[in-house]
């Protein structure tokens, strides 16, 4: 749910919404915006996060993720932020041996560990923008990963890498289960919140057929699986329901532009895919 894992895959990393190569120096910006952004949003993350998604539907979001988690399961979550997926996961299965959860940003990393008695581990991720290494745990390490609000914060070009070292920690037969916030309808409004999300926040709503294509690249992985559902996370915003300034201050934009924030469409992905046995 925060920003969770940061890889870049060796060779030149091309920003795709500019088609330039990003230097050594673009990417560490990157990597300090992401984390002032969650910085900032950490002051008020839980709260806002129900407001974004609503209570009922964001439990619904995190019981979908760890639908496939048996008891003797090891569980990773990816951008773990302030933990509400582990936090569940030991409720549906209070002995879960060690959980792990990662997040890019030490202040969602703090929000956590003030939840959890439970032996778990939360691993701040690689932010070194030179590292190749990917995620810092074992092959065949986990049962399943679940990610939760992560992957439109990545670059696109480093989809494909995250999915392969989902792949490389998965045990045969392991499951991923990830949900991506997206863009539905493509009217004005929508097009200048995506395109300032990305330049404000470094977020990438992506539309379902984009996202699917990057999605279905990668190696290893099988059994790959779409399912589109609705959101309440942009029109909680237009409302100004929310602290979170990144996407009132968008919405502000837009109506100083004369667009309608209401007319902004959200929807989110829930992707699954698993290693073969």
Known sequence: MGMGFFYWSAGSMRDTHTGEVMSKAVKTE????????????????????????????LAERVDWA?????????LLDLGCGSGDVIARALELHPDLVA??????????????????THSCGLVQANAHVDS???????????????????????????IPGLLDEVHRVLNPGGQLQAVIPCMVAEN???????????????????????????????????????????????SAAAK???RFKLFSQIM??????????????????????????
């Open 30 to 57: 990157y990597v300090q915006l992401k984390q002032a952004v969650y910085r900032e949003y950490s002051r008020s993350y839980d709260e806002d996060r129900k407001r974004f998604v609503g209570g009922q539907g």
């Open 66 to 74: 760890l639908g496939p988690l048996t008891q003797r399961a090891r």
């Open 99 to 116: 959980p792990v959860g990662l997040d890019l940003t030490p202040e969602m990393l703090a929000l956590a560990r003030t939840r959890f």
């Open 132 to 158: 190749v290494a990917g995620l810092p745990l074992q092959d065949r390490k986990f049962n399943l990963v679940t990610s939760l609000n992560l992957i439109h914060e990545l670059p696109r070009a480093a």
């Open 188 to 234: 004005p409004s929508s097009m200048v919140f995506q395109r300032m999300s990305w330049e404000r926040g470094a977020m990438d709503f992506l539309f379902p057929s984009e996202l699917k294509d990057l999605l279905n690249q990668g190696t290893g992985l099988t059994d790959r699986k779409f399912k589109l559902g609705p959101s309440s996370a942009a």
């Open 240 to 242: 100004g329901e929310t």
């Open 252 to 277: 502000d934009e837009l109506r100083e532009q004369g667009l309608d924030p209401q007319d902004v469409t959200q929807g989110v992905m829930y992707f699954s895919a698993s290693r073969a046995g």
